[in-house]
């Protein structure tokens, strides 16, 4: 059967369609050398922020305190007029739990207890999606070992994070005293915790790396 010339021509002008369509398609899709996609990393941070929830304690399932969590913030350089607000960072990000001992003088010693490192891949499940008026966050959860017993120690919990010309920021430690099981009792050797997440003004510093702990949980 011969088609008509008003057919053919029906038939190519779909035919260029589709091909345009496609084309349109692909325009919008990522090529390697493209835009990324969601906010990008940067590494030039100048201060680290840490906002606790009211019970940051995370439980096993016989109610033991065995880990807790926090928001981090990490704040980059910025300029006169600007407002400095939390970013995603392509580094390791290191976390470190100290236990506090008092000495007769009313100081206290510190013990390094456990130590996390969040590389950029193990970091990226910690990122909270959703940006608050700081900026961007992640939301890390700090789980130590059932075997590191801390009810009702007193605990110091310092950030930091190595920038890739080397520099070294860190947040000065946030103390906080561990819930005890229903019915326990204070260890004697613990002291009075300050208010929950005071930040720690007699250490604490910027530069210094964290001696290497035991391995991620």
């Known amino acids: 059967m011969r088609r008509s010339r008003a057919y053919r021509d029906l038939q190519a002008g779909a035919g260029w369609g589709l091909v345009f ?18 906010p990008q990393a940067r590494d030039d941070i100048v201060a680290i922020q840490q906002y606790p929830p009211t019970d940051p304690w995370l439980r096993d399932e016989e109610g033991r305190v065995n880990g ?28 470190a739990l100290y236990v506090l001992f008092p000495r007769p003088d009313g100081s206290y010693e510190r013990q390094l207890a456990y130590q996390w ?12 999606r959703r940006p608050s008026v700081m900026g961007q966050s992640y939301g ?20 930091s994070y190595q920038r890739s010309d080397g520099e070294t920021i860190a947040r000065r430690g946030t103390r906080f005293r561990v819930p005890l099981p229903v019915g326990a009792s204070v260890p004697r050797s613990a002291v009075s915790a300050p ?18 702990g035991p391995g991620s949980p």
């Open 21 to 38: 369509g496609a084309l349109l398609l692909c325009a919008g899709c990522e090529t390697p050398g493209g835009p990324q996609v969601g």
């Open 117 to 128: 490192d969040f590389d950029e891949r193990g970091a990226e499940g910690l990122r909270i």
């Open 195 to 212: 208010a929950r997440g005071v930040p720690d003004t007699e250490r604490g510093q910027r530069g210094p790396r964290h001696p290497t």
């Open 68 to 95: 807790m969590r926090t928001r981090v913030y990490f704040l980059p350089a910025a300029g006169e007029q600007q407002v400095p607000k939390g970013i995603f960072v392509p580094g390791t990000i290191h976390a």
């Open 140 to 159: 890390l959860i700090l789980r130590w070992p059932m075997e590191l017993d801390l009810a009702g120690r007193e605990i110091q919990i310092t950030l």
